[in-house]
């Protein structure tokens, strides 16, 4: 079993609708962290939550956590065709030191 | 706003050839990383530097590769004899050190990587 699985793999919809992406981890956390990657380039963060919060908005980003389902969800509100990108959660756990460990990621494409 | 600088950007290398990879970290943080993404595959963790010394590394980062920060603002990654699998973009990050319920919690900041092909 592996920390940090999105779901779904990829996801295809037409710009200005909402996209919703799920992470699912198994060990418990400090927090959970999602990035960006576009093609051929860096991760970006995006936000974190800590592991006591359930919910956090960002502009057009809503993250929500149940740490009791182990999971989390990241919703990208009136998608633009800029937010086309590969999705990543990436969590740290709490005995560990700083890594993170990050999932498969979800191809995300808006289609103009 | 500050950002991590990594370069090259691309470094081609003859198998068997040591490597090394740069990165100057934000400047008033405090930890350091390493990852590396094989093509299509996730992102690994291979090491985290703080007070001048390795604090975790993972089972991926062997004695082939090693770490250093030579002055105050560079951070190194060093593959010493090069293996075709070494082939992978590298990526460069960097964090603040806070402490939140005994843990730590604070985001990585990263760099846009190095390509490393190895032929």
């Known amino acids: 079993s592996q920390q940090g699985e999105e779901d779904p793999q990829a996801l295809s919809i037409q710009e200005g609708e909402n996209a919703t992406m799920n992470c699912s981890y198994k060990?418990?956390?400090?927090?959970l962290q999602w990035y960006r990657q576009n093609s051929g380039r860096g991760l970006v963060h995006l936000i974190l939550i800590r592991s006591n919060e359930r919910e956090k908005h960002s502009g057009r980003l809503r993250v929500t956590l149940d740490t009791s389902k182990k999971s989390s969800s990241l919703l990208i509100t009136a998608s633009r065709a800029a937010d086309t990108a590969s999705y990543f959660c990436a969590t740290d756990i709490i005995q560990g030191a700083q890594k993170l460990v990050f999932g498969q990621g979800t191809r995300l494409t808006i289609n103009p | 706003e500050p950002e991590v600088t990594q370069t090259p950007s691309h470094q081609v290398t003859q198998m068997g050839q040591e490597v090394i990879l740069r990165c100057v970290p934000i400047?008033?943080?405090?930890?350091f990383y390493w990852y590396r993404q094989i093509l299509g595959q996730k992102v690994e963790f291979l090491v985290s530097?703080?007070?001048?010394?390795?604090?975790?590394k993972s089972e991926i980062f062997d004695d082939q590769f090693s770490v250093e920060r030579p002055d105050g603002s560079n951070f190194t990654l060093k593959i010493r004899s090069t293996k075709l699998e070494d082939s992978a973009m590298y990526f460069c990050?960097?964090?603040?050190?806070?402490?939140?319920?005994?843990?730590?919690?604070?985001?990585?900041?990263f760099g846009d990587g190095t390509r490393l092909s190895i032929l």
């Open positions: 400047s008033n943080h405090l930890y």
């Open positions: 990050a960097s964090s603040e050190a806070k402490q939140w319920a005994g843990g730590l919690s604070q985001p990585q900041h």
């Open positions: 530097f703080y007070n001048n010394e390795i604090s975790e």
């Open positions: 060990t418990s956390i400090n927090n």
